[in-house]
């Protein structure tokens, strides 16, 4: 009997969830942290950055909270149990109303995050975009749009919305149309201590 099977190899897992604690203290921190404004290699406008890129380091109940979750989606849905990681650097951003951050991805990282201090309609998506291994310079097909041949994925955030994504995927956030400031934790993390075996064994320590 004629069969076929189609499998999407090699996911890039995305993954939300929306942060049940209460830390509406905390963004109030945040908000009111230094900002400088972003630097524009990547075409950024009205785009700013806070000057500290540790900020997670003097909010031990929100570092802890995000680590939790971090944990659980290493652990419960990935499957790295045995793995550790650290949140290697935090800051916060802050786009104006017209603003907006062009293309990029985060070097020397493993997954990176990001956690949503407001409701504003309109502020600005997050988009992500397939990496460069298709060789067919084909755009994506009209007629349907799903996991297996997307291109890109939008995300439109809401309060307490937290993410993750590979670092090296691609992404921009599009233009605040609101007339709000935008607000925006984000993070990188890494593992570290002992991880593979025999003549792969690599020891990492993160210091502060």
Excluded at 15 to 26: F, L, P
Excluded at 133 to 151: G, K, T, V, Y
Aim: glycine fraction near 4%; proline fraction near 5%.
């Amino acid at each position: 009997m004629y069969q076929e099977i189609t499998l999407p190899l090699f996911p890039s897992v995305f993954y939300a969830v929306e942060i049940r604690e209460d830390i509406e203290e905390e963004y109030d921190k945040l908000k009111s942290v230094e900002f400088t404004p972003h630097a524009s290699q990547f075409g950024d406008n009205k785009s700013h950055t806070s000057k500290s890129y540790h900020v997670l380091d003097k909010h031990d109940f929100l570092k802890r909270t995000i680590t939790n979750y971090v944990r659980h989606f290493k652990n419960d849905i990935l499957g790295y149990t045995t793995t550790h990681f650290s949140i290697t650097t935090s800051w916060v951003t802050k786009t104006e109303p017209g603003g907006y951050s062009e293309l990029h991805n985060h070097k020397n990282s493993w997954y990176s995050g990001v956690l949503y201090m407001d409701d504003i309609p309109d502020c600005g998506d997050l988009y992500l975009f397939r990496d460069e291994r298709d060789i067919l310079p084909n755009d994506a097909p009209d007629e349907r749009s799903d996991l297996l041949n997307a291109e890109t994925f939008v995300f439109s955030p809401k309060k307490n919305n937290l993410v993750l994504f590979p670092s090296y995927l691609n992404h921009r956030i599009s233009k605040n149309n609101s007339n709000q400031d935008r607000y925006s934790l984000a993070f990188n993390i890494f593992p570290r201590n002992t991880f593979g075996k025999d003549d792969s064994t690599l020891n990492i320590t993160i210091k502060k």
